[in-house]
């Protein structure tokens, strides 16, 4: 071990690197747009759904689409709740008016209300996840009304942390934005142009009144995507994630989030009782002949 | 077909210039559907022979896609496939490099890139690396190849690296050294870095190694890197040209499909090696007495020697001694 001095010169030096990064806007906008448009159209599609809400990362995906595929041919489809904050549909609004989408609105109270009836004592939880759910249906349903993929707008930190509805939001055919952090998403989003406001704002899943993302998990986005690098991307272990400084309780709630969530980011378990199996040694890749 | 390791008489290299007209067709093939592919490959061939190309180089298993999985078997060729014979024969009147899928008669698989020319099949080359770490997974697909040897067209004396033999200098060190005075990559490489400037981003770790490698070598180096999607993976094209020295020839687009040309002065290699000699001092003998010792110095040290305690004092370390 280096003398103090030099492990904390270089503790800085780590930690100032990350915080220098700049996202290459302008390759990863072409990527992320031939990637839409390559998947939609190698599959014989020419349309997209996908739900706005008003937050950075549907936007963001909202603008990827709208330039992969002309906006004719992306409909956001705006599913508010009675509780949701109404700044949350006047900034759909403005997406869409913005990338010239087609748009569709369905309020999901009544469906979900009808639900909830039954089990009045359901909580908050419940009741958000049933929300996501109903949200995923009707994408579904609309993306075989119009012949459309269904564009998943769930973030990298997100998905990591399992901060997200298994088959609600995190339910997809595609995902533009998947592997890029919430940080990554906002830098990505100024660049190509999302309105300030909805970059600039509180991050929340909107799914009951005063909900942000940053209280509910108890940290920041802008702390825990720098814990995720050093953790995920550059597989720093966990006593040299301690010794670049990061709190021994925050890195040990974060191990266990990213470990908890694991089923999240795969598909159901099938049990292996033949000799080639779904998941196991049938091993095709998805775009088969695409 | 064999390798030849003979000499053929060369293309006389007098003064002056010597022009070479390259096609690069930067392609995306579609995933395990050679129907689809040969067409593409005879149509880009076409294309090239209309602007007067006289190499035409694609990439990686041009003729398949990269993720394949189980479909290797499926799509593999043997040389006599006839797939695999109509794009050899679609060669008449200039040199041809594409990717496939080999089946040896012994039913191993390998990730292989042919050459030919005027109709003829001159050279296999195997995938020696097969990446195995991390998305990839050639060492489950793939046997690896055993040879690596430049051999003699009518342009001039070439080597072939796919992908992952590049990551290994010893690969281009022997192509160096069996004389290859112009070296082809061939490559499915898939984005990896968001950020400008990332250490990881393999583009950049790409333009250092293949700048590296023309001017310790003094050859040229030619990599052509597919584009498009496969589930989820996006390769990155960037298809390039280094001339003897290092300097940038050509550069093709990131990220776009397409039929590339350039041209370039087959002379350089000549130019370049007269005004920096490391060639006629390289020492193959001392090179192959080092690497024998160390090579004996693992068989007999056995598995104590890299078993964690190896370095700590007081644990002898053979070699190394006069």
Not at chain 1, 24 to 33: F, S
Not at chain 2, 110 to 139: I, M, Q, W
Not at chain 2, 270 to 287: M, N
């Given at each position: ?6 492990h ?10 990350y915080?220098?990064?700049k996202?290459?806007a302008?390759l ?10 390559d ?10 759904v ?9 936007s963001?995906?909202?603008?990827l689409?709208a330039?992969?595929?002309?906006p ?9 709740y ?8 006047r ?7 913005a990338t010239?989408l087609?748009?569709?609105?369905v ?14 004592q359901?909580t908050v939880?419940?009741?958000?996840n049933?929300?996501?759910?109903e949200?995923m249906?009707?994408l ?7 012949g ?7 973030n ?34 100024a660049?190509?142009g999302v ?5 600039d ?10 909900q942000?993302?940053e ?6 986005y802008?702390?825990?995507d ?21 709190e ?5 709630r974060v ?6 969530s694991?089923y999240?980011?795969?598909?159901p378990?099938?049990a292996k009782?033949s ?7 049938f ?8 | ?21 390259l096609?690069?067709?930067q392609?995306?093939p579609k ?6 592919n ?13 602007q007067?190309a006289?190499l ?5 298993l041009s003729?398949?896609?990269?993720q394949?999985r ?7 060729q ?8 109509r794009?050899v024969q ?6 041809l490099?594409f990717?496939f ?22 050279s296999v080359?195997?995938?020696?690396y ?12 793939y046997a690896?190849g055993?040879h690596i040897?430049a051999?003699d ?8 690296v796919?992908c ?11 192509l160096?050294?069996?004389g ?8 499915a ?13 393999n583009?950049d770790v790409?333009?250092?190694?293949l700048?590296?490698y ?5 050859c ?9 999607f496969e ?14 020295g290092g300097?940038?020839s050509?550069?093709a687009?990131l990220l776009?499909?397409?039929?590339f ?11 370049y ?5 490391t060639?006629?001092?390289e ?13 004996r ?5 056995g ?9 700590k ?10």
């Amino acid at each position: 071990m280096k003398s103090t001095d030099a492990h904390t010169a270089m503790v800085h030096r780590l930690r100032q690197g990350y915080r220098d990064r700049k996202v290459d806007a302008d390759l990863l906008r072409k990527v992320l747009v031939a990637f839409i448009r390559d998947e939609v159209h190698k599959v014989g599609l020419r349309h997209v759904v996908l739900g706005i809400s008003g937050g950075v990362d549907s936007s963001l995906v909202a603008y990827l689409a709208a330039e992969a595929l002309s906006p004719i041919n992306v409909t956001g489809v705006l599913m508010p709740y009675r509780t949701s904050d109404p700044q949350s549909s006047r900034d759909a609004e403005e997406v869409i008016r913005a990338t010239g989408l087609q748009s569709l609105r369905v309020d999901i109270s009544a469906q979900v209300d009808a639900y909830f009836e039954h089990f009045p004592q359901a909580t908050v939880l419940q009741r958000g996840n049933k929300m996501a759910r109903e949200r995923m249906s009707i994408l579904y349903d609309r993306s075989a009304a119009l012949g459309a993929l269904v564009l998943g707008t769930s973030n990298k930190t997100e998905l990591f942390l399992g901060y997200g509805t298994i088959y609600g939001d995190l339910a997809s055919a595609i995902n533009p934005i998947g592997d890029l952090y919430k940080t990554q998403v906002w830098a990505l989003a100024a660049a190509i142009g999302v309105p300030r406001a909805i970059v600039d704002k509180h991050p929340t899943a909107d799914l009951w009144q005063g909900q942000t993302d940053e209280a509910e998990l108890g940290f920041s986005y802008a702390q825990v995507d720098e814990l995720l690098h050093f953790m995920i991307e550059r597989r720093y272990r966990h006593e040299e994630l301690l010794q670049l400084g990061f709190e021994s309780s925050f890195v040990t709630r974060v191990e266990e989030l990213v470990t908890r969530s694991q089923y999240k980011r795969r598909m159901p378990l099938i049990a292996k009782v033949s000799g080639r199996s779904i998941t196991h040694d049938f091993r095709y890749p998805r775009d088969w002949k695409r | 077909m064999a390798t030849k390791t003979t000499t053929a008489p060369r293309v006389d290299s007098g003064p002056g210039l010597r022009s070479l007209r390259l096609g690069l067709g930067q392609i995306a093939p579609k995933l395990g559907d050679v129907a689809a592919n040969l067409d593409m490959h005879l149509d880009m061939l076409e294309a090239a022979r209309s602007q007067s190309a006289e190499l035409v180089l694609f990439p990686e298993l041009s003729l398949v896609g990269y993720q394949l999985r189980d479909l290797v078997p499926d799509v593999a060729q043997t040389r006599r496939t006839p797939q695999f014979t109509r794009l050899v024969q679609a060669s008449h009147g200039l040199s041809l490099g594409f990717g496939f899928v080999e089946e040896a008669a012994d039913h191993r698989f390998f990730n292989s890139y042919a050459f030919c020319e005027d109709g003829r099949l001159v050279s296999v080359h195997r995938k020696a690396y097969l990446p195995t770490y991390g998305l990839f997974e050639e060492g489950r697909l793939y046997a690896a190849g055993e040879h690596i040897r430049a051999f003699d067209t009518k342009l001039g004396r070439f080597g072939i690296v796919i992908c992952e033999d590049l990551w290994h200098p010893s690969a281009m060190y022997i192509l160096s050294q069996d004389g290859a005075e112009l070296v082809v990559a061939a490559a499915a490489s898939p984005l990896r870095g968001a950020d400008v400037g990332e250490e990881h981003s393999n583009i950049d770790v790409w333009a250092t190694a293949l700048k590296m490698y023309s001017q310790l070598f003094g050859c040229f180096v030619v990599l052509v890197n597919r584009v498009g999607f496969e589930d989820g993976l996006s390769f990155w094209g960037g298809s390039r040209v280094l001339a003897p020295g290092g300097r940038s020839s050509f550069e093709a687009p990131l990220l776009e499909p397409g039929l590339f040309t350039c041209e370039i002065d087959w002379n350089e290699v000549r130019r370049y090696r007269v005004s920096d000699p490391t060639l006629r001092s390289e020492r193959l003998d001392l090179t192959l007495s080092e690497l024998k010792r160390i090579q004996r110095d693992r068989i007999v040290r056995g598995p104590e020697a890299d078993a964690g305690d190896a370095r700590k004092p007081g644990v002898e370390r053979r070699g190394g001694r006069p």
